[in-house]
């Protein structure tokens, strides 16, 4: 059996309300940065998290220039520069 969702209705901006629970349970605050990914017919919400723009991973990033880098990439680049 599936578990029974919350409904919210879209308004005319295409703005919906996430209830208070699951702001709370997932520590999301107003202001808060959410990525809205799509896959197949469904619509996914996730805290946004910087991503490396080599690699995509979302550990050890600085931010340069505003564009995101992880330590590994990092490192690789220094090396390639020494070349």
């Known amino acids: 059996m599936r578990p029974a969702g919350?409904?919210?209705?879209?308004?005319?901006l295409g703005r919906i309300v996430l209830p208070k629970?699951?702001?709370?349970?997932?520590?999301?605050?107003e202001g808060d940065p959410v990525?809205?990914?799509v896959q197949g017919d469904?619509?996914?919400l996730e805290r946004y998290r910087p991503?490396?723009?080599?690699?995509?991973?979302?550990?050890?990033?600085?931010?340069y220039r505003e564009k995101y880098i992880c330590r590994s990439c990092?490192?690789?680049l220094v090396q390639y520069i020494r070349l």
């Open 6 to 12: 919350v409904v919210r209705k879209v308004d005319q």
């Open 21 to 29: 629970s699951l702001r709370k349970r997932y520590r999301m605050n």
């Open 35 to 37: 990525e809205i990914l």
């Open 42 to 44: 469904n619509i996914l």
């Open 51 to 63: 991503k490396c723009i080599f690699c995509s991973s979302t550990e050890h990033i600085s931010e």
């Open 74 to 76: 990092m490192g690789e």
